[in-house]
């Protein structure tokens, strides 16, 4: 009885986690109705990690500059190399083989399950916690003014 007196006077709703049904239904309909909030929560978590890692932003550019010469070149398009000729099916296998190492060293791992992890608590957390429209038992209503 104290702490439930104690919860509603600091203006806290202390029946959040009596009902798992209840959390179940705000988190449903807030996911739906923030998802693009959520998403930009995690895009900018993204582009955070990328720029405070060098080492990663400088992975991910020379990646991305090698996969994208390698998809640029023309068909049947070889590379002579010390007397080997090399398709762009072996450039693209050369290609991976020194961009996961790359990335691994990098920390690309690490980061891509922080963002997981730190999205998915700020989602849950605040999905879990907003209440939904009618849910306090006040309708919203429109006021028009002449």
């Given at each position: 009885a104290v702490a439930s007196q104690s919860s509603r006077?600091?203006?806290?709703?202390?029946?959040?986690?009596?009902?798992?049904?209840?959390?179940?239904?705000?988190?449903?309909?807030?996911?739906?109705?923030?998802?693009?909030?959520?998403?930009?929560?995690?895009?900018?978590?993204?582009?955070?990690?990328?720029?405070?890692s060098p080492l990663l932003l400088l992975a991910i550019v020379v990646s991305g500059t090698a996969c994208y010469l390698i998809s640029t070149q023309k068909e049947g398009k070889?590379?002579?190399?010390?007397?080997?000729?090399?398709?762009?099916?072996?450039?693209?296998?050369?290609?991976?083989?020194?961009?996961?190492p790359?990335?691994?060293?990098?920390?690309?791992g690490t980061v891509i399950f922080w963002v997981i992890g730190l999205t998915c608590s700020v989602v849950g957390v605040h999905a879990s916690m907003m209440q939904l429209p009618n849910e306090d038992g006040t309708e919203f209503e429109m006021n028009e003014s002449v």
């Open positions: 006077s600091s203006g806290i709703n202390a029946e959040y986690g009596d009902n798992i049904a209840v959390i179940s239904r705000r988190v449903t309909h807030n996911v739906t109705y923030y998802y693009t909030n959520y998403a930009f929560i995690s895009a900018l978590l993204i582009v955070y990690c990328i720029i405070s070889t590379l002579q190399i010390g007397g080997h000729t090399f398709t762009p099916k072996d450039q693209a296998m050369v290609c991976a083989c020194i961009s996961l790359l990335l691994f060293f990098a920390s690309a």
